[in-house]
């Protein structure tokens, strides 16, 4: 019985709402396309299977965090046959991975990853279970621009002698689903479809005059709202602002901030408190949320209007998760500077200046993905945008990312993004 398994492997009482049917069609040996809301719990969809099954599952994801992110929680939970498979890996590291692959249940790789010859020749070897797309919006959305790597997944697919698939995802609207089916060239795909929507997330928009009704109302909802709470502010100096703000005026309360700015370590110390409890409120920029996994966030309040309707909802789907009533509200005033014209220009400064470009662009690396990966690291999905302008415009010369016109191009890429 599966749930034996789902309490024997991961200590989970029952299934959440479309777990169950996600995992009894792709273990009866189909192609799947399912597609649950944020925080549902889209990864267990495919561990399961995984740790059930006698091979090795190869899981494709986009981003090294979120790789990271899973294999940190796998260990913690024992599940420790895990790993995650990326450019920062040595070549030797690498080779010995690639020799115990055996040894591993689940290998997390990027699509960039699974383009290198010795990486699919030794998987192309091993008995392969599954294979996994999560985040599968990503094949459409990147993969016709940035990262054409998605694209060839199906080729790796076939390689792989057409293993049992399944794309997984929380957003994709109906073109963008033909397209991943097409992409992947799913075989008459089970589809599973439970569209975003949580019923425990109340939703509110309220307008203000000023900014100082509007802190009055955050400091309202912040000492009367049940906690722990998070507050996303626009940028890096605001989420600092507003956190000095509400501790000045809310002593009662333990309250930190979170951006991109701080180094990592306060950022996961900032992380772990409030992971932990020992912090009510987060005021973050929108750095705050990839890969944490908080269940019982009451309430998430935008100063401002939000980037684009797929980050709201990422982000407000952050709340609830353990089901019970939360509150996701949107306060705003007119003196907001519009948002989303400098939609661009903030997630640059967010994730780090330009100016640390040609430091990025002058540490070796051996292909473009390495450095693809790196600007990811430091520019979140502009990364990805970044690499674009470059090469369109012929900055980047050969494979090995040597490169011209250093001062002209930062020049330029700041031009673009202003
Ligand atoms: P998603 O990828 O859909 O956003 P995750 O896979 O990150 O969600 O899972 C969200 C959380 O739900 C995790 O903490 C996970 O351990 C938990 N979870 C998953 N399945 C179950 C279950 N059947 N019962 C209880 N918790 C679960
Ligand atoms: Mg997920």
């Known amino acids: 019985m599966l749930e034996r398994d789902l309490q024997r492997l991961f200590g989970f009482q029952s299934f959440k709402e479309g777990q169950k049917e996600i995992i009894e069609a792709f273990m009866a040996g189909n192609d799947v396309f399912a597609m649950l809301p944020t925080g549902r719990g889209k990864s267990l969809c495919y561990q399961l299977p995984a740790f059930l099954a006698e091979g090795l599952t190869i899981v494709v994801s986009p981003l090294l965090s979120l790789m990271e992110d899973q294999v940190a929680q796998l260990k913690k939970a024992g599940r420790k046959q895990v790993v995650a498979l990326?450019?920062?890996?040595?070549?030797?590291?690498?080779?010995?991975?690639?020799?115990?692959?055996?040894?591993?249940?689940?290998?997390?790789?990027?699509?960039?990853?699974?383009?290198?010859?010795?990486?699919?020749?030794?998987?192309?070897?091993?008995?392969?279970?599954?294979?996994?797309?999560?985040?599968?919006?990503?094949?459409?959305?990147?993969?016709?621009?940035?990262?054409?790597?998605?694209?060839?997944?199906?080729?790796?697919?076939?390689?792989?002698?057409?293993?049992?698939?399944?794309?997984?995802?929380?957003?994709?609207?109906?073109?963008?689903?033909?397209?991943?089916?097409?992409?992947?060239?799913?075989?008459?795909?089970?589809?599973?479809?439970?569209?975003?929507?949580?019923?425990?997330?109340?939703?509110?928009?309220?307008?203000?005059?000023?900014?100082?009704?509007?802190?009055?109302?955050?400091?309202?909802?912040?000492?009367?709202?049940?906690?722990?709470?998070?507050?996303?502010?626009?940028?890096?100096?605001?989420?600092?602002?507003?956190?000095?703000?509400?501790?000045?005026?809310?002593?009662?309360?333990?309250?930190?901030?979170?951006?991109?700015?701080?180094?990592?370590?306060?950022?996961?110390?900032?992380?772990?408190?409030?992971?932990?409890?020992?912090?009510?409120?987060?005021?973050?920029?929108?750095?705050?949320?990839?890969?944490?996994?908080?269940?019982?966030?009451?309430?998430?309040?935008?100063l401002q209007q939000p980037l684009d309707v797929a980050s709201y909802l990422q982000e407000i789907g952050r709340a609830g998760r353990d089901g019970l009533p939360s509150l996701a509200l949107v306060l705003l005033s007119p003196e907001d500077p519009f948002y989303a014209s400098r939609l661009i220009q903030n997630r640059v400064e967010e994730r780090g200046s330009l100016e640390a470009l040609p430091h990025i662009l002058a540490m070796p690396f051996t292909n473009k993905s390495e450095l693809r990966i790196r600007l990811e690291q430091s520019y979140g999905e502009q990364g990805q945008m970044i690499l674009f302008l470059l090469e369109k415009w012929g900055v980047i010369v050969d494979d090995k990312g040597t490169w011209k016109n250093q001062h002209e191009t930062i020049t330029k890429l700041k031009a673009y993004f202003e």
């Open 86 to 302: 990326n450019s920062f890996s040595s070549k030797q590291e690498r080779q010995k991975l690639l020799q115990q692959v055996n040894d591993y249940k689940i290998v997390y790789l990027s699509p960039e990853m699974l383009q290198a010859q010795d990486v699919v020749n030794s998987l192309s070897k091993q008995q392969i279970s599954y294979f996994v797309i999560d985040e599968a919006h990503c094949i459409s959305y990147w993969g016709h621009d940035f990262r054409a790597d998605y694209l060839r997944l199906r080729e790796v697919k076939a390689l792989l002698d057409h293993p049992p698939t399944l794309a997984i995802t929380a957003t994709a609207d109906e073109t963008v689903r033909a397209d991943i089916k097409n992409q992947l060239q799913l075989r008459e795909p089970v589809e599973i479809l439970d569209r975003v929507n949580r019923e425990n997330i109340t939703l509110f928009v309220e307008k203000y005059e000023t900014t100082e009704q509007k802190m009055i109302r955050l400091k309202q909802i912040v000492q009367q709202y049940e906690l722990p709470g998070l507050v996303y502010a626009q940028t890096r100096a605001q989420a600092e602002w507003y956190c000095e703000q509400l501790q000045r005026d809310c002593p009662e309360l333990s309250i930190g901030y979170y951006h991109g700015g701080m180094d990592s370590m306060d950022r996961m110390l900032v992380q772990e408190q409030f992971l932990s409890n020992q912090l009510d409120l987060i005021c973050a920029t929108n750095a705050f949320g990839m890969g944490v996994n908080k269940q019982d966030i009451r309430f998430i309040i935008h």
